[in-house]
């Protein structure tokens, strides 16, 4: 699969003034990048890159802007999430970032969204990766205050009270029966 032109900025052809590309990722590219959790809605994502050149580095900004569902981790419901994610990335020539990473002294969060490039293109790919997997909850919720699913008969909490909630304690647990009264007093 040919690599997307969103992801490759030509060193040599950035102008002094920089460069602003707008342009969209299908689901296909977006997909596994969202893990089993998440799933692309729609076929588009919009994407925003601005780059400018600082000598043999390569400032990038990047936006990318989609929708996914998911399966709520309480509920089990199906919801829909906008992502609206921006960073911003530092590629250095291959040997002056291994030298930077070597650096004792180097402030570890400057170090974070630093990438290394070979000859002179730039390929985005990873900071476009980095930036959608590590936005998304490994647990997604529809809501703070998803109620969540009985766990007794499986009946989803939001909609009402289930017919089974009687207050039958787990053996396991009777010792503990009356604790929050008595912390309560």
């Keep these: 699969m040919e690599k997307d032109p969103l992801f490759l900025v030509r060193m040599d052809e950035v102008p002094r003034?920089?460069?602003?590309?707008k342009g969209s990722l299908d689901a296909e590219w977006l997909g596994p990048r969202v893990g089993p959790i998440h799933?692309?809605?729609?076929?588009?994502?919009?994407?925003?890159?601005?780059?400018?050149?600082?000598?043999?580095?390569?400032?990038?900004?990047?936006?990318?802007?989609?929708?996914?569902e998911f399966d709520c981790s309480r509920c089990a419901e199906v919801d829909k999430k906008a992502l609206k994610l921006d960073t911003r990335?530092?590629?250095?020539?291959?040997?002056?970032?291994?030298?930077?990473?070597?650096?004792?002294?180097?402030?570890e969060d400057?170090?974070?969204?630093?990438?290394?490039?070979?000859?002179?293109?730039?390929d985005l790919?990873?900071?476009?990766?980095?930036?959608?997997?590590?936005?998304?909850?490994?647990?997604?919720v529809c809501s703070e205050s998803c109620k969540g699913l009985c766990p007794q008969c499986g009946e989803?909490?939001?909609?009402?009270p289930c017919q089974c909630r009687t207050e039958k304690i787990d053996p396991r647990w009777q010792a503990l029966a009356g604790i929050k009264e008595k912390l309560e007093n």
């Design 17 to 21: 003034s920089g460069i602003d590309r």
């Design 39 to 68: 799933r692309p809605v729609g076929k588009d994502a919009k994407v925003r890159v601005k780059a400018r050149a600082l000598g043999d580095k390569l400032e990038v900004d990047v936006s990318i802007n989609a929708v996914v």
């Design 89 to 107: 990335g530092l590629f250095i020539p291959e040997g002056r970032h291994r030298h930077m990473l070597e650096e004792v002294s180097m402030d």
């Design 110 to 122: 400057r170090m974070d969204n630093t990438f290394p490039y070979k000859g002179n293109v730039v």
């Design 125 to 140: 790919e990873e900071l476009f990766t980095d930036l959608v997997a590590l936005s998304l909850e490994q647990f997604p």
């Design 156 to 160: 989803n909490l939001n909609t009402g």
